[in-house]
């Protein structure tokens, strides 16, 4: 007897299991779980993907769904593991409330780096795992060292084909595959959503604006995001756009839509607000946009890779200067979409829709900046960087890289070709060491 385990905390990384199962990227199975994750800060009060509408159109490709929140009660999914001497028990545990017996146990989860995924592979820990991948981080490296017992165990990485040609970098220090979702199958599964959506607007072809409420990442402040949507706004105008929808994040303040619609009075511009929970890919296809509008969102690449629609980012310069630590994993999204995507401010770029960057030259900025954010993890990456960075680095890519990163790693572009030789000595870096300290000194 074998048992399938799908781990998912949002509707479209259930949409991606689905389209996944629907074209027989896994095997049979004598059961499959569902295991709805709801990461939510208070998912008291926050809809998981079984609370979202079509969800129920989902629900028959597996035989159970189980809630992970109720389970490990009163923990936090994001926020709890096991400690390592109670793993044992916590797998008899789970076993007994999931009624697994002594099955085999299959696991395909989200984001094996961090909890829960990481602690259901610490928990079973002989079962063979499936990464899915239903973002573009999984084009960037793995956030955090994992234990090679876990990642030893990984035999894949399911994506979807976003960036076309772009191969994901994720889990790529295990040596493991990455597989493609097909995008028909999900365009598919994602058709099934559309027909359950209500009360959406009646608008058609308006420019779709998307939120992602990036000051609860601590990535930009309250007033920089709101900020970023009049943006949006008054970019979609200049355009010569009279009609705009307007997508906030599921979780952000509503304080958000009031200064947008302000905005749109004063441009003169018809915003709708959808209030509705729903995915983005269920307004591309119930208002076929005539243009959408994000920072880096993920939706941003489905609507020009899966739907055909035009795209354009804002923001993504300000968003590159802003995150922290350099090793943030946001880094490689927001890159892709900086360099690939036309900026909302260039009107002909965006009417033409005309890539920033082929595929690849993306793909060896990727590389180097994936090795500049880990290059402990991915210490092969070096020379194929240090070759990018030295024939590329300059006006316009040094906003992908900090110079004091470049420095620290010893890199082309942190410091002036000829003190290239200070990083790597020991005996200029002890008198440098030795003057800070000095100067600290004589501030006191």
Not at 99 to 104: H, Q, Y
Not at 340 to 357: I, S
Not at 394 to 418: V, W
Not at 432 to 442: D, E, F, H, N
Request: net charge negative; with cysteine.
């Amino acid at each position: 007897m074998t048992t399938q385990i799908f781990q998912a905390s949002t509707l479209y990384g259930v949409a991606t299991l689905a389209a996944a199962l629907d074209s027989g990227c896994f095997d049979p199975a004598d059961r499959r779980i569902l295991l709805v994750c709801n990461n939510a800060a208070t998912p008291e009060t926050t809809p998981g993907p079984d609370g979202m509408p079509g969800f129920e159109r989902l629900r028959d490709r597996f035989d159970d769904v189980i809630s992970y929140n109720e389970t490990i009660f009163p923990f936090h999914p994001g926020g709890w593991a096991p400690r390592v001497d109670d793993m044992p028990l916590w797998e008899r545990f789970l076993r007994h409330e999931w009624r697994l017996g002594t099955e085999d146990v299959e696991l395909a989860v989200e984001s094996i780096q961090v909890n829960p995924a990481l602690a259901l592979g610490q928990i079973f820990n002989g079962a063979p795992v499936t990464v899915y991948a239903d973002g573009l981080m999984s084009y960037g490296p793995t956030r955090n060292k994992i234990d090679p017992l876990v990642g030893t165990r990984v035999e894949r990485v399911l994506h979807l084909d976003l960036v076309p040609g772009l191969a994901p970098l994720l889990l790529t220090e295990f040596g493991v595959p990455g597989e493609l979702v097909p995008a028909s199958a999900f365009t598919k599964v994602l058709a099934e959503l559309a027909t359950v959506a209500e009360e959406l607007p009646a608008t058609e072809e308006p420019a779709l604006l998307l939120g992602q409420y990036l000051s609860a990442l601590d990535i930009l402040t309250a007033e920089q995001e709101e900020e970023l949507h009049v943006r949006m706004l008054k970019g979609v105008a200049e355009l010569g756009h009279t009609e705009a929808v307007f997508k906030p994040h599921p979780t952000a303040p509503a304080r958000f839509t009031r200064s947008l619609e302000q905005e749109a009075e004063r441009l003169g511009v018809a915003l709708t607000v959808v209030d509705t929970p729903v995915l983005a890919e269920v307004l591309y296809q119930r208002l076929r946009p005539a243009l959408v509008v994000g920072c880096f969102s993920t939706a941003l690449l489905t609507a020009s890779a899966l739907y055909g629609l035009p795209v354009a980012r804002v923001g993504t310069e300000l968003l590159l200067e802003r995150l922290a630590p350099y090793e943030n994993s946001n880094r490689v999204p927001v890159t892709v979409v900086d360099a690939l995507l036309p900026d909302l401010a260039d009107g002909a770029a965006v009417a033409a829709r005309r890539p920033g960057m082929d595929v690849e030259r993306l793909g060896a900025l990727v590389r180097a900046v994936g090795f500049a954010m880990q290059p402990k993890i991915l210490p092969g990456l070096r020379a194929e960087a240090e070759a990018w960075l030295a024939a590329n680095f300059g006006p316009q890519t040094s906003r992908y890289f900090k110079r004091r990163r470049l420095t620290s790693l010893a890199l082309p572009g942190g410091i002036p070709a000829q003190l290239a030789f200070i990083p790597r000595n020991a005996t200029v870096r002890r008198v440098a060491k030795k003057a800070r300290g000095l100067r600290r000194t004589a501030r006191r």
